[in-house]
């Protein structure tokens, strides 16, 4: 395989920075994202049957179940080449799930290279999340306090002035989806380190520099 088609699951509990690292991955490398987070909160502004099953477990911080985001990963797969690198993005997060994958990869010629673990320090996370917003129109993701506009009120991306909050990341909620990872997604990261494939990164470092770690792995210099 070459750099460009090196497909990785990017693991780590909420706000972690699994989605910010993604985005900044499919910029620099041309990788493909398969977010399931953003898979479901698509269906459940689409008002479809799977978006209606979604929409209260998701509000309350709990998992969807995993025929239903191991069925919408399989569609997308369908709808992709051979060529691109995937980046898994919130994706498995139970065993069930991981089974699921690699049954779904290897079904396309295709199989897993690494399981980049962002390890954090769960006590920040709550503060990552409470504190992030995005653009309402192009969905840039910001930060009150680590992530900022250049001109404050002003998307950098698009120029648009409305923003919005995920109705999941409230403190209450966010307890409930570290408790959720803790018991059933931490347990499948060392399923994948007796399979060798696992990476761990400092997710605390700042956002550039855990780029920079995840690049290295990805160019086989770490
Ligand atoms: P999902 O959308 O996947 O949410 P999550 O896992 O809770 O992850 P987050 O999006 O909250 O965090 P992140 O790690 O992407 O952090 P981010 O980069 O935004 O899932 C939502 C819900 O959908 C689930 O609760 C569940 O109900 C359902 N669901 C989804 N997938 C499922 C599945 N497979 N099975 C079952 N159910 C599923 O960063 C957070 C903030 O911190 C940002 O503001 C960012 O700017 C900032 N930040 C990031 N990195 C840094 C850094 N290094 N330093 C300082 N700030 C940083």
Redesign the pocket.
């Known amino acids: 395989k070459g750099n460009v088609a090196v497909d990785i699951i990017l693991l780590?509990p909420?706000?972690?920075?699994?989605?910010?690292q993604a985005g900044r991955l499919v910029a620099d490398r041309g990788m493909v994202q398969l977010?399931?987070?953003?898979m479901?909160r698509a269906a459940v502004k689409a008002g479809t049957e799977v978006g209606l099953k979604a929409k209260a477990?998701?509000d309350a911080?709990?998992?969807?179940s995993d025929e239903i985001?191991s069925a919408i990963i399989g569609e997308r797969l369908d709808q992709l080449g051979k060529d691109v690198g995937l980046i898994f993005?919130?994706?498995?997060?139970t065993a069930a799930?991981a089974e699921a994958l690699d049954a779904l990869l290897a079904a396309r010629g295709r199989k897993l290279d690494y399981v980049i673990e962002l390890a954090v320090d769960e006590d920040a996370l709550v503060d990552?999340?409470v504190?992030?917003y995005t653009c309402a129109v192009c969905g840039e993701?910001?930060?009150e306090r680590?992530?900022p506009p250049k001109v404050e009120g002003t998307c950098d991306v698009c120029g648009n002035h409305e923003f919005k909050r995920r109705p999941?990341d409230n403190a209450e909620t966010v307890r409930t989806?570290m408790a959720e990872y803790r018991a059933k997604t931490a347990p499948i990261l060392p399923i994948y380190d007796a399979r060798g494939l696992v990476r761990r990164v400092d997710?605390m470092?700042?956002?550039g520099h855990?780029t920079q770690a995840i690049e290295a792995i990805l160019d086989g210099k770490a």
């Open positions: 780590g909420p706000g972690a920075g699994k989605g910010t977010s399931t987070g953003d479901l477990v998701m911080g709990e998992l969807v985001v993005d919130g994706y498995p997060r799930q990552r999340i504190g992030r993701g910001y930060h680590y992530k999941d989806r997710g470092a700042d956002i855990v």
